[in-house]
């Protein structure tokens, strides 16, 4: 095995070891499967064999290390211990991202063993909100490739770079055309930075084979001038491609994948802007095991966060206790917004079923949720007037002459049939949830959160836009503005905050974090125990309900709607066996159901420890 392929985070495509017997598995490879060919100081360098110092005697003997390594034999918590240490030597973010990365290069198992024991403090590293700065400066930062670069100058010649990728049992790849990256815009080839953040914890999360991950990017050009004017910018110099030529790319792409790594390959799309993320899904989503993260997997975290919320809004006097008793308003109406509308309007009319009750149709339910885009707000006149882009279409509502009355004689009275701040749909339509996922920094004003806490005890303002600077608005403001009688969900994390409340009691709040984070780990270990070969909404539906379900009283007395991170493989273990269940009764599995669906699902999770060496 050459170096280079060595420092890529990958190993050998005869390394095939690992591959069906999950329950032995590790976050790398086995040691059976090690190129015999390496050199000793190549073995040192392969971050996949790499043990350090906690190389034995003997294997040490037998690998010709001798001498080459501190001569002290260190468990592998002692090494854990000292790489923690020194990354909090870091005084930067950007730093400590820089570090763990250079570790990824050095030492795999290391690694994942120091980001899974210490999720809290590395997820908001190697994901959002450090992994956004990441991206911007990605060309500046750059020292491994650590992922696949598709360009549009490899058109018709696909296939031979998937083939390039030097392991043979690839299962889940995420990749992005850089379009949207967080909040942050059209960053380029810079955005595969996203791809490999997810990739890690699809990895620390629910222990998806490190080795068994693609991060891939499509590079189809940028819009970004910056970028482009930037001589150390790696990737094309030129406009980002749009139509036929496009769409020709991912799906060449998608097909040599799919050739090379089989039917049930998972392709999760991540970061794509609005203008493609729809049709691709809709395109390939049953030819293919994929789904679109930021339309689907930010619903279901978003409903987990909603229903779990349903336990305090349901306590207080003349407590909201269901789903459709509730009115949501979202700023922000593309990927994240209407996937997540779309969800919970779903979860409404499920609701009304479980519970026995005249059943509600689709368009009853989606009248529950309005939607704000950067022109205001969705209404049936705008997409009379053909202003709306399809996504946005089943929210479109009609503003009745109650609502105008609501208004009437105010400062935010309708006008022209229009209403066009966020502000004047919040005394409109008094909703009782308020989501942001627009990407535009505090637009969840002092006024508007005063409000959402003048008409419910309980308002639910969820901040979902990423990275922190993109926040609709911070904890401090949400608690606050809403003497501590908000629920606040943010998509990146926010540290907890005391807060005086109307009764002169301080007490301290934890933000529960809703990103997709939550769920696409779990959904791909489902997805994958199952060998599932689409991924309809329903999954994603019993995920959120998965997620939901693990939120503890504990949590919700803190006001976090999402259990802690610290229990996230749990969680995940949990989404993926109730995501695996439904696959198979969908009948969309390949794989044979096993007798004990809860142990393989476990089974199927790799621990981040040394393999064991056979000597
Ligand atoms: N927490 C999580 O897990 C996730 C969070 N996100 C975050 O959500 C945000 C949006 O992502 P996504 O939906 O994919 O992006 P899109 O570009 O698809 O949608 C953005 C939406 O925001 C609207 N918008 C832009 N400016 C304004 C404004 N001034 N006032 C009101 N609305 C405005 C746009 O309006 P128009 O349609 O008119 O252009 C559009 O509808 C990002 O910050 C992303 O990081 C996304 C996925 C997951
Ligand atoms: C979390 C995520 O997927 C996003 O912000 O795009
Ligand atoms: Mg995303």
Not at 174 to 183: N, Y
Not at 376 to 382: A, H, I, P
Not at 504 to 522: C, H, L, M
């Amino acid at each position: 095995m050459s170096v280079l392929l060595d420092t890529m985070g990958m190993f050998s495509r005869k390394s095939k070891a690992a591959d069906d017997k999950p329950a032995e598995a590790t976050l790398a490879l086995k040691d059976s499967s090690r190129g015999a060919e390496e050199s000793n100081v190549e073995r040192l360098r392969n971050p996949h064999f790499n043990k350090g110092t906690s190389f034995t005697q003997k294997e040490r003997a037998q690998y010709g290390v001798l001498g080459l390594v501190p001569s002290v034999e260190e468990t592998m918590e002692l090494q854990t211990k000292r790489e923690l240490q020194h990354l909090r030597r870091k005084t930067s973010d950007i730093e400590k991202y820089e570090f763990l990365m250079g570790l990824l290069d050095r030492n795999v198992q290391l690694f994942y063993k120091l980001v899974t024991e210490n999720i809290s403090e590395c997820m908001p590293l190697v994901y959002t909100p450090t992994v956004g700065q990441a991206c911007q400066e990605f060309h500046l930062i750059y020292t491994q490739p650590r992922g696949l670069y598709v360009s549009l100058n490899d058109l018709g010649n696909v296939q031979a770079l998937v083939d390039n990728w030097p392991e043979d049992n690839v299962t889940t790849i995420v990749m992005t055309d850089g379009g949207r990256i967080l909040g942050l815009g059209d960053l380029g080839a810079n955005g595969l930075g996203i791809p490999q953040g997810k990739l890690q914890l699809y990895s620390a999360c629910a222990g998806i084979p490190h080795h068994q991950c693609l991060p891939v990017i499509l590079d189809v050009g940028t819009n970004n001038e910056s970028l482009l004017e930037d001589e150390l910018y790696m990737g094309l110099r030129q406009k980002r491609e749009r139509g036929e030529t496009y769409d020709h790319l991912v799906k060449e792409f998608m097909q040599a994948a799919q050739k090379r790594w089989g039917r049930s390959l998972l392709i999760q799309f991540e970061d794509f802007d609005n203008t493609n993320a729809f049709r691709l899904l809709e395109e390939t989503r049953h030819s293919y095991t994929t789904f679109n993260d930021d339309i689907q997997g930010t619903a279901a975290v978003s409903l987990a966060g909603v229903l779990a919320s349903l336990r305090v809004t349901s306590k207080v006097d003349g407590g909201k206790k269901k789903l459709r008793d509730h009115t949501f308003v979202f700023l922000g109406a593309g990927e994240a917004g209407t996937g997540i509308a779309n969800l919970i309007a779903h979860a409404i009319q499920e609701e009304a079923v479980d519970d026995g009750e005249e059943p509600i149709s689709e368009a009853e339910a989606r009248r529950k949720i309005w939607l704000v885009d950067s022109k205001g707000l969705v209404t049936k006149t705008r997409k009379d007037n053909g202003e709306l882009q399809h996504h946005k279409i089943d929210f479109a509502h009609e503003i009745t002459d109650d609502l105008i009355d609501a208004v009437k004689g105010t400062e935010f009275e309708v006008k022209d049939g229009r209403v066009t701040s966020l502000e004047q749909t919040v005394h409109m339509l008094k909703p009782s949830a308020l989501i942001g996922v627009s990407a535009i920094p505090r637009t969840f004003t002092q006024s508007i959160v005063e409000y959402m806490a003048e008409i419910n005890e309980v308002p639910l303002i969820f901040a979902l836009s990423n990275p922190t600077s993109q926040a609709e608005c911070t904890a401090e403001q949400a608690y606050n503005w809403s003497s501590g009688r908000a629920i606040f969900v943010s998509g990146s994390p926010f540290d907890p905050v005391d807060v005086e409340l109307e009764s002169g009691e301080v007490v301290t709040k934890y933000p529960g974090q809703g990103n997709n984070a939550y769920i696409f780990p779990g959904l791909g270990l489902g997805v994958l125990a199952a060998k599932a070969t689409t991924i309809p909404n329903e999954l994603l539906y019993v995920s959120a309900q998965a997620l939901a379900e693990q939120v503890v009283d504990e949590d919700l007395d803190g006001g976090r709607m999402y259990p802690h991170l610290s229990h996230i493989r749990e969680v995940s273990a949990k989404i993926g066996v109730r995501v695996a269940d439904r696959a198979f009764k969908l009948a969309i599995a390949s794989a044979k159901r096993p007798e004990d669906l809860d142990a393989y699902v476990r089974s199927c999770m790799a621990q981040p420890i040394y393999p064991q060496t056979r000597l």
